[in-house]
Nanobody, 134 residues
Framework: QVQFVESGGGLVQPGESLRLSCAAS????????IGWFRQAPGKEREGVSC?????????YYADSVKGRFTISRDNAQNTVYLQMDSLKPEDTDTYYC??????????????????????????WGQGTQVTVSS
């Protein structure tokens, strides 16, 4: 069964950075396309970024984070990362990672990842809380 463990969240001030990690448990994530999502209490889950399992790993970003967040994968470490720079208070959320079908079926454009609730993804972990506040 696909399962992920997210970590790296915390409390930071606006403009600071965090790096989130998404570790796969019990399987190799190199064969999966991976997405990062975020959700606040009472709000719908929204897509943040995704990276395909294809060579080179195509990456896509929601408009709200483009230019500030960078997704990457280290198959040797069985981990996907989300580097978050220039954080804003509106980035405050619980962040989750999950996997979907290999390739670009559900990860093929900035528009798609920014407008999906992740219902084509699975393996949701407990999430990691990110709070951006002065």
């Amino acid at each position: 069964q696909v399962q992920f463990v997210e970590s790296g969240g915390g409390l930071v001030q606006p403009g600071e950075s965090l790096r989130l990690s998404c570790a796969a448990s019990g399987f190799s994530l190199e064969y999966h396309t991976i997405g990062w999502f975020r959700q606040a209490p009472g709000k719908e889950r929204e897509g943040v970024s995704c990276i395909t399992n294809t060579p080179g790993g195509s990456a896509y970003y929601a408009d709200s984070v483009k230019g500030r967040f960078t997704i990457s994968r280290d198959n040797a470490q069985n981990t996907v990362y989300l580097q978050m720079d220039s954080l804003k208070p509106e980035d405050t959320d619980t962040y989750y990672c999950a996997s979907t079908s290999p390739g670009n079926l559900y990860c093929n454009s900035d528009y798609e990842i920014g407008h999906t609730g992740g219902y084509e993804y699975d393996g949701w972990g407990q999430g990691t809380q990110v709070t951006v506040s002065s």
